[in-house]
Structures are given as structure tokens and as C-alpha cells.
């Protein structure tokens, strides 16, 4: 960490729930989404830097949930350095009867990363350079649709194209779990057979089958050449999923549901995975990403992102085992300057910190009541 950085003390953290209008309604094999209910968190300090991060709450419910844990944190820190492996250790302290999971982690995760941003601005560099990183294009996957949607396997194949050409993609992820395997085996060859040839597809089960469910329907996706399966089943059957590894040719994706790194350890050991991919705000933001990706380093693997593609860009590429950027425009509407992906990569803002600013008028807008 660069010694010029600036001591910073909280002075306040604002929180602020939004219901996002989704450009594309997203289907999977769990449920269907067509708002992001997101927490927008503002770090303020007394030197006057401001650091910015938001937490995807899935449920709308959950931003009341989200936001409460922040006022407790809040209250607990305020007038702390902003040193976030010191505010990490207290918060732990004080939400260990609770149980630092779930949606305990989700909060704190958050305002880990307002940390970093507030620090990297005070730096005047991008975070990336903060982790000792630099700034450079991270490759980039288009997830923003492709749902399961029995019946429309044209529209399916429609959809890919379209994606594909939204930013110079040659990657994108095809939602699967369908009622029957004909299904999926019908929609993977309706996307195949319309993208171009050498267009890397990802599937995604959303943990909808059982192992032997997983199994069946692994091998007959593996001559359908994509290039992971991630989440087939229970997202914490490690045992599970590491027969699947050894069984299927098909490479297994998990990880967006690793509850810190200590998750992500437990499943490495079991050798559950072949590809890992730690979700920002569940791994327990920057601090617990930074960890996540000494963890893959150690193992030799490839390790990808899930959502956050403003935090991940930086998070990625001063990840050493680098892989896929998982691009959704779900904070779109209510940022300044979304994150911009040229040529199928993630381009990382030369500006100071994240680049993460508010949309005040697009807010408002969105704000929950």
C-alpha cells in the first residue's frame, strides 16, 4: 500500500436503497428477477474523501436487512481510521453472537469497499494500483440474459446475438435447468448453433439439480463444448461436486456463494472445483476478495468474478490466477459513468479509486420509500 496515503477518521455512512429497472428481465433456474434491489453506500470521512460502494440484495426485503447491519456498523466505527483490516476485526467482535454470514457479511463487505475506494481517492489512484495491480483490460463475459424460458429457443438464439454485439463480446453465459435435459440440450445447441464459431459459452444451473441429476445431464452437455458448468447443485455439497469434477470433461464453476474465504479454502481442499469464482460482496469485499485470490494462487487456478463488474475489473486485475469478468449492467442506470467494455474486456477507469459515482437524479428516481 502506498505509504503517502492520507490518514482518513469516518465522520458518517449514508445508505441509500434503490430498485433498479432491469434492461432484461433475468429467468433463472431459481427465479425470475426484473429489478436490482441495490444499497448505495457513501463513506464519508472528516479530511472530506467520500468512498462509494453498492451491495445487490437479490430480494428487494433485503435491502431493509442490509441497511440496518450498516446504521449498527456504523455507530460502531465512527470516528475510527479508516484502516479496513482494523474495522474488520472489531465489526467481527461485535456481529459474533449473530454469526458474521449471510447477509452480515453482504453489509460489512460493503463498507469494506467504501473503505478501499475512500482510500485509493485519497491516493489519487485507482484502487487496482492501491492492491498493486495496474490498470489494463480484463476480459469479459456478456451475463445479462439468456434465461431459462421453456418454449423460445429462437428467441433464445435471437438474444445471444444481441449480446454479443452490445459490447464486442465473444463470451456470454446461457442459463440452463430446465425441466428436462432435452430442454437444455436444445437450448445450448439453439445458442451454439446461431453464435459464431470460437464464441466461448458458460452455463449456469443456479444449484437447480442433484448429483446424480448433474451427472446425467453433465455428460450429455460435454460434447456441446461450453466452456463451465457452474453451480449444478447445492452450492456447499463440496463432496458433490467434487465427483462431478472428476466425472464430467466439462470444466465445474463455483464460488458465488463461498460465505468468506474461509468457504472457498474448504472447498478447494475437497477439490471441488475447477474454476472459482468469489462473489464481491459474499467473500467479504476487497479485504476478503485479496485473500480469496492468494487462496487460487496457492492452487493453481483460475479465478473469475460475479456481478459487481465496477469493483471486479479492479479486483481482477491484481488477481494473479486472472480469468472472466462477469459483466451485468444492473447499476447502470444509477451511476455517473458506468463501466465501460470495449472489445469484449472490461475498461478499468484511470481516475482515483473505483470510479464509482451517483447518478443524483437517477437515485431519486429509484429510491425506495
Same mark, same amino acid.
Given at each position: ?84 483490516? *482494523?474495522? +474488520?476485526?472489531? #465489526?467481527?467482535?461485535?456481529?459474533? %453472537?449473530?454469526?458474521? !454470514? ?5 453489509? @460489512? /463487505? ?93 452455463? *449456469?444451473? +443456479?444449484?437447480? #439439480?442433484?448429483?446424480?441429476?448433474? %451427472?446425467?445431464?453433465? !455428460? ?5 463444448? @461450453? /466452456? ?142
Amino acid at each position: 500500500m502506498d505509504t503517502t496515503t492520507p490518514t482518513l477518521t469516518i465522520r458518517s455512512l449514508r445508505t441509500t436503497a434503490v430498485h433498479v429497472p432491469m434492461k432484461r428481465a433475468l429467468g433463472t433456474s431459481a427465479r425470475r428477477m426484473d429489478i436490482a434491489p441495490l444499497v448505495l453506500i457513501d463513506l464519508d470521512t472528516d479530511e472530506g474523501v467520500t468512498g462509494r460502494a453498492y451491495i445487490f440484495c437479490y430480494l428487494p426485503a433485503a435491502t431493509i436487512a442490509v441497511e440496518s447491519i450498516l446504521r449498527d456498523a456504523s455507530a460502531r466505527v465512527k470516528g475510527d481510521r479508516v484502516a479496513p483490516v *482494523d474495522i +474488520n476485526a472489531k #465489526l467481527g467482535r461485535h456481529f459474533r %453472537l449473530l454469526g458474521v !454470514r449471510g447477509v452480515v457479511t453482504m453489509a @460489512l /463487505a460493503g463498507l469494506d469497499g467504501a473503505c478501499w475506494d475512500a482510500l485509493a481517492v485519497a491516493a489519487g489512484v485507482p484502487l487496482v494500483s492501491l492492491l498493486g495491480g495496474t490498470v489494463r483490460p480484463v476480459r469479459t463475459y456478456n451475463s445479462n440474459g439468456l434465461s431459462v424460458n421453456p418454449g423460445s429457443m429462437s428467441g433464445l438464439a435471437d438474444e445471444a446475438e444481441q449480446l454479443l454485439d452490445e459490447g464486442g463480446f465473444t463470451a456470454i453465459k446461457l442459463r440452463l435447468g430446465y425441466p428436462t435435459l432435452d430442454e437444455d440440450l436444445a437450448a445450448a445447441h439453439a445458442v451454439r448453433s446461431r453464435v459464431p464459431a470460437g464464441t466461448t459459452i458458460m452455463s *449456469d444451473y +443456479n444449484q437447480a #439439480l442433484t448429483v446424480a441429476e448433474a %451427472l446425467q445431464r453433465g !455428460r450429455a452437455l460435454d460434447p456441446a463444448g @461450453l /466452456a463451465w458448468i457452474e453451480e449444478p447443485i447445492r452450492h456447499d455439497d463440496y463432496g458433490g461436486a467434487a465427483a462431478l469434477t472428476r466425472e464430467l470433461s466439462t470444466p465445474i464453476q463455483i464460488g458465488e456463494n463461498f460465505d468468506g474465504p474461509h468457504a472457498m479454502a474448504d472447498a478447494l481442499a475437497a477439490g471441488a472445483c475447477d474454476y472459482a469464482m468469489p462473489d464481491f460482496a459474499r467473500i467479504g469485499g476487497v479485504s476478503g476478495w485479496m485473500e480469496a485470490a492468494a487462496l487460487a494462487q496457492a492452487a493453481g487456478m483460475e479465478m473469475s468474478s460475479h456481478l459487481y463488474p465496477e469493483f471486479s475489473a479492479h479486483l481482477l486485475a491484481a488477481t494473479p490466477t486472472c480469468h472472466w469478468l462477469e459483466y451485468v449492467d444492473w447499476a447502470a442506470p444509477i451511476l455517473k459513468q458506468p463501466i465501460e467494455i470495449r472489445d469484449g474486456h472490461a475498461v478499468i477507469p484511470n481516475r482515483p479509486g473505483v470510479g464509482i459515482a451517483w447518478d443524483e437524479a437517477a437515485v431519486t428516481r429509484h429510491r425506495v420509500p
